[in-house]
C-alpha cells in the first residue's frame, strides 16, 4: 500500500510537472503532440498524455540503436483493480501504419509500467500504439495512444 501511495504521489508530481512545460520546442515551434484516439483525452505534451478523470499516462518511444527501438508506457488509474497495456509496434508503407508484432502485460493493481524492446529497421517510418484497458468497480473501459519514434 505503501509503494502505491508513493509511487502515485511521483506520478502525480511529475505530471504536475509536465502540465507547467511549455508546448513549444527551443526554435520556438509547436511540440508534436501524442495523439490520443478517444475523445475524453487531454495532449499535453510530446511524451504525456492526459486522459480525464483521475488517469495519467506517459509514453516513450526511441531508437536505442540501429536496429532496435524501446517503447515504454506508464499509465495509473486510482481504483483500479487491473491494468493492461498493449503496445503495438506499426511500419509506414504506402501511407499507411501496418502493425508489426505487438505485445501485452496486465497487473492487478491501479498502475503499470510496460517496457518493450522492438527489433526495427535501420531506415523506415515507425510508431508505437498503445491501448490501456483498466477495469474498475466490474467494469473495463479503455483509451488508445500513438507516439512516433523520438
Avoid: W
Avoid at 37 to 45: F, G
Avoid at 55 to 60: D, E
Amino acid at each position: 500500500m505503501k509503494k502505491t501511495i508513493l509511487a502515485t504521489l511521483i506520478i502525480s508530481i511529475f505530471f504536475a510537472f509536465t502540465c507547467t512545460a511549455s508546448a513549444t520546442t527551443s526554435g520556438g515551434q509547436a511540440a508534436a503532440k501524442s495523439t490520443p484516439a478517444s475523445t475524453d483525452t487531454v495532449s499535453l505534451s510530446n511524451d504525456t498524455v492526459m486522459p480525464a478523470s483521475g488517469s495519467g499516462i506517459t509514453m516513450v518511444f526511441k531508437r536505442t540503436s540501429s536496429s532496435q527501438a524501446k517503447a515504454q508506457a506508464l499509465a495509473n488509474r486510482a481504483g483500479a483493480s487491473s491494468i493492461t497495456s498493449t503496445i503495438t509496434l506499426q511500419k509506414k508503407s504506402g501511407g499507411s501504419y501496418k502493425k508489426v508484432t505487438s505485445a501485452s502485460k496486465t497487473v492487478h493493481d491501479d498502475q503499470i509500467n510496460h517496457i518493450k524492446y522492438f527489433s526495427i529497421a535501420s531506415s523506415g517510418t515507425y510508431r508505437i500504439k498503445v491501448t490501456i484497458s483498466y477495469k474498475e468497480d466490474g467494469v473495463t473501459r479503455g483509451n488508445t495512444y500513438y507516439k512516433s519514434m523520438s
